[in-house]
C-alpha cells in the first residue's frame, strides 16, 4: 500500500516541523552572521522552502516563504533587527528573494503532486491492464472447454483466494478430460489434444489459446496446469495469480 505523500504527518504536525525547520535555520545562520553574505542567506533559504515543499506540501511551504521573507530582512539586511530597508539594492535584494521563494515553493509543490498523480494514474492503468489479461485467460479456457466438452454439458468457473498472497481460478467442463501425459504438452503452442489421438476431429482453432494463457499467467509470476475434474470426469483448467496483480 502507497504511503501518505506527506509521510503520515498531520497537517498541525507538518507546519509545525516546516516552522521549526525555518526558524533552527535562521537562528544557526544569525551566529555565524559575521561570516556570510546575505546572497548565501538566500541561496540556504530557498533550500530549505524547496525541501517543505517537497516533503510536507503546499501550504507549509508558502508559510516557510513568508517566515524566511521576513527573517531575511530582519536579521540579514541592514539595518539589522528592524524591518527598514534603508538600501534600495537591498530591498531590491529582498523582493527578489521573497518572489523567488513563493515561485520556488509552488512550483516544488506543483511538481510533486503532479509525479504523484502520474503515479497514481500508472498504478490505474496496471491494475486495469492485469484485469484485462485475467479476462483473457478465462476466456481461452473458456473457448477450450466449449470446444472439447459435449453439448449441453456442465461448464463451470470459480475463484477463491487460496492463500494471503495468491487467488486460484478454476474452469471445470465435463469432457473426456486430459490424459496425464498430455498435460504439460496442451500448454505448448499450435498442440491440441485431438492431434494425439488418431482418427479424431479436431475443433476448429490453432492451437495458441492456452499457451497463451500460459505466458499471460506467468507473466503475473502465476502458475496454470490442468488436473481431472469432479469424480475424475472431465478437465479442471486451474490458474492462480498473485494477489497485487488481481
Excluded at 31 to 43: D, E, Q
Excluded at 103 to 119: F, H, M, N, P, Y
Aim: proline share 3%.
Amino acid at each position: 500500500m502507497r504511503r501518505n505523500k506527506n509521510f503520515n504527518f498531520s497537517t498541525l504536525q507538518r507546519y509545525f516541523i516546516a516552522i521549526a525547520a525555518i526558524v533552527v535555520t535562521i537562528a544557526v545562520l544569525e551566529f555565524f552572521h559575521s561570516r556570510i553574505n546575505s546572497t548565501t542567506v538566500a541561496f540556504i533559504f530557498l533550500t530549505i522552502i524547496l525541501f517543505v515543499a517537497t516533503f510536507l506540501g503546499r501550504n507549509p511551504a508558502l508559510l516557510v516563504s513568508l517566515v524566511a521573507m521576513l527573517g531575511f530582512n530582519y536579521f540579514f539586511l541592514p539595518p539589522f533587527r528592524t524591518f527598514t530597508i534603508s538600501d534600495p539594492q537591498n530591498l531590491v535584494t529582498w523582493a527578489a528573494f521573497t518572489i523567488t521563494a513563493i515561485i520556488v515553493g509552488q512550483l516544488s509543490a506543483s511538481v510533486k503532486s503532479r509525479a504523484e498523480e502520474a503515479e497514481k494514474q500508472k498504478d490505474e492503468i496496471k491494475k486495469l491492464y492485469d484485469e484485462l489479461q485475467t479476462a483473457e485467460v478465462l476466456y481461452n479456457l473458456l473457448e477450450n472447454a466449449v470446444k472439447y466438452a459435449p453439448p449441453k454439458t456442465v461448464i463451470e468457473i470459480s475463484a477463491r483466494k487460496s492463500d494471503n498472497e495468491t487467488v486460484e481460478f478454476a474452469v471445470t467442463d465435463e469432457g473426456t478430460g486430459v490424459a496425464e501425459d498430455l498435460r504439460e504438452k496442451i500448454f505448448d503452442k499450435f498442440f491440441r489434444v485431438s492431434d494425439a489421438k488418431n482418427g479424431e476431429h479436431a475443433p476448429s482453432g490453432t492451437g495458441l489459446g492456452l499457451a497463451i494463457a500460459k505466458g499471460l499467467v506467468e507473466a503475473h509470476g502465476g502458475k496454470i496446469f490442468v488436473t481431472d475434474g469432479a469424480n475424475k470426469t472431465g478437465a479442471k483448467f486451474i490458474f492462480t495469480v498473485p494477489i497485487g496483480d488481481e
